[in-house]
């Protein structure tokens, strides 16, 4: 097995850090080791996202290899206007206003939102204001577009910050009309995926399909885990991941509306059941936070990691560590020796059970594969793939070696780019190309011989075009 090509990929935040005139930066990023670079659209302005999509496919094309960008939706996230002064003092007992109608703030104690609350809200619900660190409880909603709320500790808020409304039911409202207008900007673009925030039931997910479909949307859908609703149970979640391409464990909002303490089981839950479905999924929210500030992550951070890739994980990703932390670069390194190391001690954990994807013929063809890798201490597993789901099968079975996944779809490539162990090219479909791309890569370092031969040991994992689908295998020696 190569010791030097990760299997759990690194999904980066593009920010002001990463991204604003800084086509350099998202270059060593990549070549560091970033497989996927993600774009918040809670922030920034679509002008600079044109220039930083071209900036990556181009280092992506420098160095070789495939890229996937994430177009991550803001969703119905639920923010202050602006304050005067930037800055409100709340006290315990005392009690406050959120009108969507305002739209100045006086320095009294009714507040700009962003968002009508009112006819969503009961009263006696709970919202957290500031990423938590200002609970209040509605006490009454005294018309069409105010709510009065109970401040339940001393605090303060500032301009545009969060609110969370962890017992609120929006009834499918997750797609608002900035997010509209994002997924009609995003279907002329180049997004290999589309991730939709706060989402509640698989339901959402069925809305969301609807309005890419309409909108010739290309990216794959991913739904955020992070709503009280979407965890309260694991029906619920299983129905949410029978419906998506994907999941992003989006554990920051997630523990504020949910609490902190369900966040792991949780993520563990998450990870098995993508990997039952071969489904690509994410591991989200200060995997390396202290970074931000510090030149070395803590050794929290570095067992959280660890833990991610244990379980599974396809991606573990950087937010605030690379969007505008002090250490971007050296936080993406540090993840990559995080990930290198423990795949190289620890075995991934097992699933108890064969992955399942519905389709019968790919799973067992991908089962097979994996384990005469396995059997016969193969180097590499070579996939040729029209659409990636031969790659996605194969990788769902978790092998301890490269994949190297070959296609003529430039988007599938992208997208492949974030599964587990896969690293895709863009080539011809036949033996011969998938076979010359294997030489290609061990005569240029990427794949490495085992000591003990002198020739890289290829399985070769392919479909008939005339027939479809999955239905042979092959070992091949190069």
């Known amino acids: 097995m190569s010791k030097v090509f990760k299997r759990t990929k690194i999904l980066a935040t593009i920010g002001p850090v990463s991204g604003n005139g800084s086509k350099q930066m998202i270059e060593d990023m990549i070549m560091a080791g970033v497989n996927g670079c993600r774009m918040n659209f809670s922030h920034g302005d679509n002008e600079s996202r044109e220039q930083q999509m071209q900036w990556i496919r181009e280092a992506a094309e420098k160095k070789g290899r495939s890229v996937a960008i994430i177009q991550d939706l803001q969703g119905p996230k639920i923010r202050l206007g602006e304050l005067k002064d930037n800055y409100y003092e709340v006290k315990a007992g005392g009690t406050i206003f959120i009108d969507y109608a305002v739209k100045e703030h006086q320095g009294d104690n009714v507040l700009p939102c962003q ?75 180049d997004f290999d995926y589309i991730a939709f925030s706060f989402v509640q039931t698989a339901e959402d997910i069925r809305k969301a399909r609807e309005i890419l479909k309409e909108n010739n949307h290309p990216g794959k859908l991913i739904a955020k885990i992070e709503t009280k609703k979407a965890v309260e149970s694991d029906e619920n979640l299983q129905e949410i991941v029978n419906e998506v391409d994907g999941v992003m464990i989006a554990r920051g909002d997630m523990a504020t509306e949910a609490g902190a303490e369900i966040v792991p089981v949780v993520q563990r839950t998450l990870v098995r059941m993508c990997r039952e479905q071969g489904k690509l999924c994410i591991v989200a929210t200060q995997t390396m936070g202290s970074m931000v500030e510090n030149p070395l992550p803590s050794r929290a951070e570095v067992s959280d990691v660890a833990n991610a890739v244990i379980q599974g994980a396809d991606v573990v990703m950087l937010s605030d560590e690379t969007a505008m932390g002090k250490y971007p670069l050296e936080t993406v390194r540090e993840m ?82 974030l599964m587990y162990a896969n690293s895709a090219f863009v080539r011809e479909y036949s033996v011969n190309q998938g076979i010359d791309l294997a030489r290609e890569l061990k005569e240029s370092g990427y794949l490495h011989l085992r000591e003990d031969r002198d020739k890289l040991k290829v399985v070769w994992v392919s479909g008939d075009l005339n027939e479809g689908g999955t239905n042979t295998i092959k070992l091949r020696y190069v």
């Open 115 to 189: 968002y009508n609350l009112a006819p969503k809200v009961k009263v006696g619900e709970p919202i957290l204001l500031f990423d938590g660190k200002v609970t209040t409880r509605v006490k009454d909603i005294p018309s069409e577009t105010a709510i009065e709320l109970e401040v339940l500790n001393d605090g303060y808020l500032r301009s545009f910050k969060g609110l969370n409304l962890p017992e609120t039911d929006f009834g499918g409202d997750i797609i608002p009309p900035k997010d509209l207008a994002d997924i009609a900007w995003g279907a002329t673009r």
């Open 336 to 417: 990559k020796k995080v990930i290198l190391y423990t795949q190289n001690h620890v075995e991934v954990a097992s699933l108890g059970q064969a992955p399942n994807s519905n389709d019968q013929n790919y799973d067992a063809i991908a089962e097979a594969a994996a384990r005469l890798a396995e059997r016969l201490e193969a180097d590499v597993i070579v996939c040729q793939t029209a659409s990636g789901a031969t790659a996605r099968a194969v990788a769902a079975q978790r092998p301890n070696l490269p994949i190297i996944s070959v296609t003529k779809d430039e988007r599938v490539a992208n997208q492949l780019a």
